[in-house]
C-alpha cells in the first residue's frame, strides 16, 4: 500500500519534495497539499492530481493523509508539528524544528506523552554518502581523535527575507547537526565572530560570521556562514585528528580540459548540491513510517540543535562566548 502523503507548503522545497515523493521515492503519493498562498497550492495539486487544502490544519486532519511533511516558513513548522502529534500522525518537518527552544521542549513532552517517536526533522545531510563516509573514517580511529573542525557554508547570492539571526537558525543549523552527528557529542560553548562586511551583502544582513563552537570534550569547530559568496553554494568540512584528517570531497562533477584550463563545475543552489541526499532521507522517512519505526533525527536533535543556535545569537549581540546548556535528554530519545 502507498503510503498518502500530505504537503505543507508548495514553495521551493516543498514542490522538490512533491516532485521527489512524487518521481523518484517509492511506496508513497502525493495526496494533499496546502499553502497560504492558494494559486501555488492549486497549481500544485493539479500538476500531481492531489488534494488542495484551504489550512494545514484541514490537511492534517484529512483522512486522505498518512503523514506529514512540512516545508512552509520556519516559524510555521510548531505549530503543525503539535497538530500532527495531537492526530496521531507521523510528521517529517523541514529544518528548524521549531524558531524557540520553547516550542521545541512543548514538542518533545506532546511527543512523549503520546507514547511513541512522530517526528522527523529534516537534516538531510545525515543522509549524504559523503558525509557518511567521514564518520566511518572518524569511527575507524583513522584519524586518531577528533581535535579540530573547519568548515563553511557558502550560498552564492542572499535570500532577501534572510535576517542575521538566520545565518545561524536557517543556514548554519545544518553545520550545528553534522557536527554534532559526525562527533557524536553535544557543544559546551558557542560564540559568533563578525568582521570586515561584504559591500553586496543584503541591507542590514552582518555577513560573513563566524561561528564558534567548542564540544564537551574540547573539540574546536570553526564554521564560516556566507550568504553572498557570488560564486556558488559550496559546502566544506575539515576533521582534523590526532593523526590525520578527513575531508569532505566536492560533489563529483565532471572534469573538463579545454581552452589551456582544467575546471569543475561549482554547484550555485542547495538544490543541487544535496539532491541524493534529500532523495535518501525520503525514501528512508517513508519506509520506516511504514514500518512504524522511525530512524532519522529526532526531536531531540532539533532541540539540541535550536538550543545551539539560541546561544549563538545571543554570543552574537553579548559579543562574548556563551555556554550552550542542555536540559538532560530524556531516555525516550536514547
Ligand atoms: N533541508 C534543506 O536543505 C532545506 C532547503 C530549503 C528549505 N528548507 C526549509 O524548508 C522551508 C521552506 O523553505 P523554501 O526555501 O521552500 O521557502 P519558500 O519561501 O520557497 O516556500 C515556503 C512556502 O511556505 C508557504 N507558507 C508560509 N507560511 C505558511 C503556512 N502557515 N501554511 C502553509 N504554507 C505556508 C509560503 O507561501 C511558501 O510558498 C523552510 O523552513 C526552510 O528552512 C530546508
Ligand atoms: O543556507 C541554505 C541551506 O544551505 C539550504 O540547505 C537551505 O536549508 C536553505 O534554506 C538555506 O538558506
Known amino acids: 500500500m502507498e503510503l498518502r502523503i500530505g504537503v505543507i507548503g508548495t514553495g521551493g522545497i516543498g514542490r522538490d519534495h512533491i516532485r521527489r515523493l512524487t518521481d523518484v521515492i517509492t511506496g508513497a503519493k502525493v495526496t494533499a497539499v496546502t499553502d497560504i498562498n492558494k494559486e501555488i497550492a492549486d497549481k500544485a495539486a493539479k500538476q500531481y492530481h492531489a488534494l488542495s487544502f484551504p489550512t494545514g490544519e484541514d490537511l492534517i486532519e484529512s483522512p486522505e493523509v498518512d503523514a506529514v511533511l512540512i516545508a512552509s516558513w520556519d516559524p510555521t513548522h510548531a505549530g503543525y508539528v503539535l497538530s500532527c502529534i495531537q492526530a496521531g500522525k507521523y510528521v517529517l ?65 542572499h535570500i532577501t527575507s534572510h535576517s542575521n539571526d538566520m545565518t545561524v537558525t536557517n543556514s548554519g543549523i545544518h553545520e550545528i547537526d553534522i557536527l554534532r552527528w559526525l562527533l557524536e557529542e553535544e557543544y559546551a ?62 560533489p563529483s562533477a565532471l572534469l573538463i580540459r579545454s581552452e589551456g584550463k582544467h575546471t569543475h563545475q561549482i554547484f550555485t543552489e542547495w538544490s543541487q548540491r544535496f539532491v541524493d541526499a534529500y532523495d535518501n532521507e525520503l525514501q528512508q522517512w517513508v519506509n520506516d513510517v511504514k514500518k512504524a519505526t522511525l530512524s532519522g533525527p529526532s526531536a531531540w536533535d532539533g532541540y539540541a540543535a535550536c538550543i545551539t543556535a539560541d546561544a549563538l545569537i545571543r554570543s552574537r549581540n553579548s559579543g562574548t562566548s556563551v555556554p550552550v546548556t542542555l536540559q538532560r535528554r530524556p531516555e525516550f530519545y536514547d
Not at 216 to 243: A, F, H, L, P, R
Open 189 to 250: 560553548s558557542a560564540q559568533v565572530l563578525t568582521g570586515k562586511q561584504n559591500k553586496n551583502a543584503a541591507e542590514g544582513l552582518q555577513d560573513p560570521q563566524i561561528l564558534l563552537l567548542k564540544t564537551k570534550n574540547g573539540v574546536q569547530i570553526g564554521i564560516e556562514v556566507n550568504m553572498t559568496s557570488g560564486y556558488g553554494y559550496d559546502i566544506q568540512c575539515e576533521i582534523v585528528g590526532e593523526t590525520g584528517t578527513v575531508r569532505l570531497p566536492d
Open 93 to 157: 518537518c523541514e529544518k528548524p524544528l521549531a524558531t524557540t527552544a520553547r516550542d521545541c521542549l512543548k514538542i518533545m513532552d506532546a511527543e512523549m506523552s503520546y507514547g511513541k517517536r512522530l517526528v522527523q526533522v529534516g537534516f538531510m545531510r545525515r543522509y549524504d554518502k559523503d558525509y557518511r563516509a567521514m564518520k566511518e573514517v572518524i569511527q575507524s580511529g583513522r584519524i586518531g581523535e577528533p581535535l579540530l573542525v573547519h568548515a563553511c557554508h557558502r550560498n552564492r547570492t
